[in-house]
DNA sequence: TCTGGGGTCCTAGGACCC
DNA sequence: TCTGGGGTCCTAGGACCC
């Protein structure tokens, strides 16, 4: 059955919605007016562009690069910090305001949105949803949206990546060889920097040379991703807008340190508080993990992990933390630089619900004790008021 | 003052079993 | 006495996305 598919996409979403804030609270100058940058600390080796306005667009800046790049590209710009609460909120208040014209609404990120429109048309028409929505949005959240119509997912996708901001475009199949063919093959969902240069070789340069190319050459060639390219280059995709929430698969908290470490100890004090961080939001979830795993980049922007099995399912800190110890052990060679450390968990389950038993384990009752009265005092008072003493050693 | 942090999925190769 | 082949599970690494 034809679909009826709307991709909504944010424009500048993270400079977007801290100009709309910035707005709200005092503030004169709408910083999508100016050139300016959304980065992260530059002190902190973590500043690179997250978002640009346009006028920032317009001196070659793009996301990604470090800030230092972007300056020389444009002495004058402005660098502003990232804050996530805001985008959740206002990423937040956009959903609400898509729910009142289908519940089938699927989260593909902070900024995007995919819906199904099919059984929610009535006599309208998809493109005067579209403009009611993109014209709401602007009126009462005060952002813009790009929005892409088509009859399915990947259509809808590369249609909202068409002319920004403030705009709707439609890509049906019908409109595959004008309007998506003749863009470079770089521009393809899911087709990356690691990709490109293989297929230029091969003598693609177009999505349409990639989807007129030999199928069973690109799988020969690719692999399972081969064949997702293929499809995609001709606007094959059967996937279904996934509207019901699902809980994460794995968790995971990764560091930049603001210097590089060499030594173990150090190293170990990091892992730990990145340990509580995801076990932490593991128990949120209110689920256990099966397995760990630890990364480790080194200032040559080298990156190793090494990953392991729990011999029970858990979300406690301390035994988390064990296993996560006990990687970073076999796998740290004593003098390496290291300029990242991460900790995710994997192969998550559902906590039981149930009250444990006299019978069940003692220990696994305590620590799970240990970890609901630290889990409450950060609540109440604030994430960092409560930390492993293993923290407060070497201070 | 080179290169963030959160994810998902895939693949190659080794261990182990029958 | 010189070497099979299917299957599963696991790990390390890497691709891609926003």
């Known amino acids: 059955m034809d679909r009826k598919i709307l991709h ?10 801290l100009a709309v804030y910035k707005l709200k609270n005092g503030e004169t100058v709408d910083i999508r007016t100016i ?3 959304i980065g992260g600390d530059e002190e902190a080796r973590k500043g690179i ?12 800046i793009v996301t990604g690069e470090p800030i230092y790049q972007a300056k020389r590209k444009c002495p004058q710009i402005q660098v502003f910090k990232g804050n996530f609460e805001i985008y959740r909120e206002y990423s937040n208040k956009l959903y609400k305001l898509l729910l009142e014209y289908t519940d089938k609404i699927e989260r593909f990120s902070i900024d995007e949105c995919f819906l199904d429109m099919t059984e929610y048309l009535m006599k309208d028409t998809l493109e005067n949803k579209a403009k009611e929505i993109k014209r709401r949005v602007k009126e ?3 952002f813009t949206v790009n929005i892409g119509l088509s009859s399915n997912k990947l259509l809808a996708k590369m249609a909202s990546d068409f002319e920004k901001p403030d705009k709707i475009h439609t890509l049906y199949p019908n409109e595959i060889q004008n309007k998506m063919w003749n863009l470079k093959v770089s521009e393809l969902f899911m087709l990356g920097r690691k990709t490109v240069p293989t297929l230029y070789n091969m003598g693609i340069k177009t999505i349409g040379d990639l989807a007129k190319a030999d199928r069973n050459l690109i799988i020969k060639k690719f692999g399972k991703h081969g064949n997702l390219m293929w499809e995609y280059a001709n ?11 699902e809980k994460p698969k794995g968790v995971g908290n990764s560091i930049t340190l603001p210097m590089d470490v060499c030594n173990i100890e150090k190293l170990e004090e990091i892992l730990l508080e990145l340990t ?11 689920l256990i993990a099966n397995s760990v795993n630890v990364q480790l980049r080194t200032k040559e922007f080298k990156d190793f992990s090494h990953q392991g099995k729990l011999d029970v399912a858990t979300s406690s800190t301390k035994q988390i933390y064990a296993k996560a110890k006990k990687l970073l052990e076999e796998m740290y060679k004593e003098g390496t630089f290291i300029r990242l450390v991460g900790v995710r968990v ?5 906590k039981e619900r149930r009250q444990l038993s006299l019978f069940e384990d003692n220990e696994k009752k305590k620590l799970d004790k240990i970890d609901k009265v630290m889990d409450s005092l950060k609540d109440k008072y604030g994430y960092d008021s409560i930390i492993y003493a293993g923290r407060l050693k070497k201070k």
């Open 49 to 60: 562009v997250l978002a640009k306005s346009m006028k920032a667009k317009e001196f070659g």
């Open 235 to 245: 606007g094959i995709d059967n996937s279904e807008v996934n509207y019901k929430y």
């Open 140 to 142: 009462e959240l005060g």
């Open 346 to 350: 994997d192969n998550l389950e559902e």
């Open 35 to 37: 050139p300016a940058i």
């Open 8 to 17: 909504i996409d944010v424009n500048n979403a993270f400079l977007s919605w």
């Open 276 to 286: 509580e961080q995801v076990t932490y939001r593991l128990r949120k979830y209110e």
